[in-house]
């Protein structure tokens, strides 16, 4: 297959979530038929491609600061190429080519297999777009090219775009529609990453509870939890994690189902956004305060050994004092594990930005911020103290920062352990005893089991 690109250096550097990390990954793979090769380093680039997210204006911002260092390669090297790829092309289309004179292709999150011809016209001088989003497209037959350092682990991609419009949210603006990837491809990709050596996967998709694939020629219908169970009956020894689960749609079915094998792993990413159900409401996420507590307590009465992490959003339009005080409740009641926190941004678009004014200070979305920040720390720490003493098999994933005789790697309940390396390696299942924790990391002693 080898072409007039054999031997163009490629360089992409990735924004935002796991499902980019899994794009660039298809994107690679989508040029090395071409010939095309990635290089780690961004001077030895022929192309630059920087696959960006949308989800708050700090997100944005970080590219246009990117850009900015682009300009100053193009400018020693004009014949590079500068591409701009995935959420924050397809939001902003055409502007991108008009407003940053060095950008020469843009191409959204759906049209990736047509990156070898915009190439091609970009190479000829020619700025070229692509930015349609599909309602099939699921790259189901394209496998990836790992790109992550650590070839033990692995994102797969089931899904993509998402079908909930929460108020605030760009995703299904820039993503499309919510569609499920057929479930044979991802067994088989799932296989091949167990042959070559993966001893972790996660299954990726925003809303992965709604995961529903219809068979085209028959009645047969897979859901999630089926699909879980098919995954993990791949191998034992092959640790299977999934992301992002939907409160509203998170099934007992899937939790019975983790309860059923060992090797899917005993975390969920429950996302709250909110503690009060006014707010939920207006969010449009679909569940109330108390749907969501139920869900928590379900997990704790099916996987009592289960760790819950979650989002919080701070300073949505209208959120007052009692709304925040729900917040900090709900995380008080759950402990959660661990919590990604952010702030308010309002997104183009987006119901809220077009019916709910945006009308919380910057200083009060800040010191709510605060605030939930200082409570999960006090959440985490508590959570790592309910590990003294216990032990978790942990499967090894590299060597610490801090010293060459130290390994860490992961429990089943994603927290990273610390431990002496004896004569282990990455990739190796250890038993490992608490001994000790910091405020990030847990620190064991490995016991023969
Ligand atoms: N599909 C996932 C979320 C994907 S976006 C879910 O529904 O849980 C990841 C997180 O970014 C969200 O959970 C939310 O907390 C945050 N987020 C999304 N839009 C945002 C906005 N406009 N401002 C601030 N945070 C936002
Ligand atoms: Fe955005 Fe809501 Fe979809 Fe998550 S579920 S991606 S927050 S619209
Ligand atoms: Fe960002 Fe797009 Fe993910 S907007 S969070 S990279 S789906």
Request: glycine share 6%.
């Amino acid at each position: 297959m080898s072409t007039s690109h054999a031997s163009q250096n490629l360089y992409i550097e990735t924004y935002g979530c796991q499902m980019n990390v899994a794009d660039s990954e298809i994107v690679a793979s989508v040029l090395e038929e071409k010939g095309y090769k990635v290089v780690e380093d961004i001077d030895s680039a022929d192309v630059i491609l920087v696959n960006t997210c949308s989800i708050r204006e700090n997100a944005e911002q970080r590219v246009w600061g990117r850009l900015d260092v682009f300009k100053q390669i193009k400018k020693k090297k004009p014949e590079v190429i500068v591409g701009v790829i995935g959420c924050m092309a397809e939001r902003l289309k055409e502007k991108l080519l008009e407003e940053e004179k060095i950008v020469d292709l843009v191409v959204g999150p759906d049209a990736y297999r047509d990156l070898p011809n915009i190439l091609e016209s970009a190479e000829g001088g020619q700025k070229a777009i692509n930015v349609l989003l599909s309602k099939e497209e699921t790259y189901a037959d394209i496998s990836p090219v790992r790109l992550g350092k650590n070839k033990i682990s692995a994102f797969v991609s089931i899904m993509r775009g998402c079908n909930n419009m929460c108020s605030y949210c760009i995703v299904p603006y820039v993503r499309g529609g919510e569609r499920s990837r057929d479930p044979y491809t991802i067994v088989r990709e799932v296989e091949e990453l167990y042959q070559k050596g993966y001893k972790e996967v996660t299954l990726l998709g925003q809303n992965v509870d709604s995961f529903n694939w219809k068979a085209e020629d028959s009645e047969e219908n897979i859901s999630f939890a089926q699909l879980l169970e098919m995954v993990a009956k791949v191998s034992p020894s092959l640790r299977v994690r999934f992301s992002t689960s939907h409160p509203k749609d998170m099934s007992d079915d899937v939790l019975y189902t983790m309860a059923m094998y060992n090797n899917i792993c005993n975390h969920i990413h429950l996302p709250a956004q909110s503690g009060s159900t006014r707010v939920l409401e207006q969010m449009n996420r679909k569940y109330t305060r108390e749907w969501y507590i139920g869900r928590i307590d379900a997990i704790k009465k099916i996987l009592p050994n289960c760790a819950i992490s979650t989002d919080i959003m701070t300073g949505f339009p209208g959120e007052t004092d009692e709304d925040h005080k729900d917040t900090l409740s709900l995380m008080e009641y759950v402990g959660y594990d661990m919590a990604y926190m952010f702030k308010y941004s309002e997104r183009p678009k987006t119901y809220a930005s077009r019916h709910l004014p945006d009308d919380i200070q910057d200083s009060v979305k800040s010191q709510r911020s605060t605030e939930i920040i200082d409570l999960q720390n006090k959440l985490s720490e508590q959570t790592k103290k309910e590990d003294l003493g216990k032990t978790f098999e942990v499967l090894v994933e590299g060597t610490s920062k801090k010293s060459k005789e130290q390994l860490y790697g992961r429990t089943s309940q994603n927290k990273v352990v610390v431990f002496p390396r004896h004569n282990y390696t990455v990739g190796d299942y250890v038993f490992v005893e608490i001994v000790d924790c910091t405020s990030a990391t847990l620190i064991g002693e490995i016991v023969t089991k």
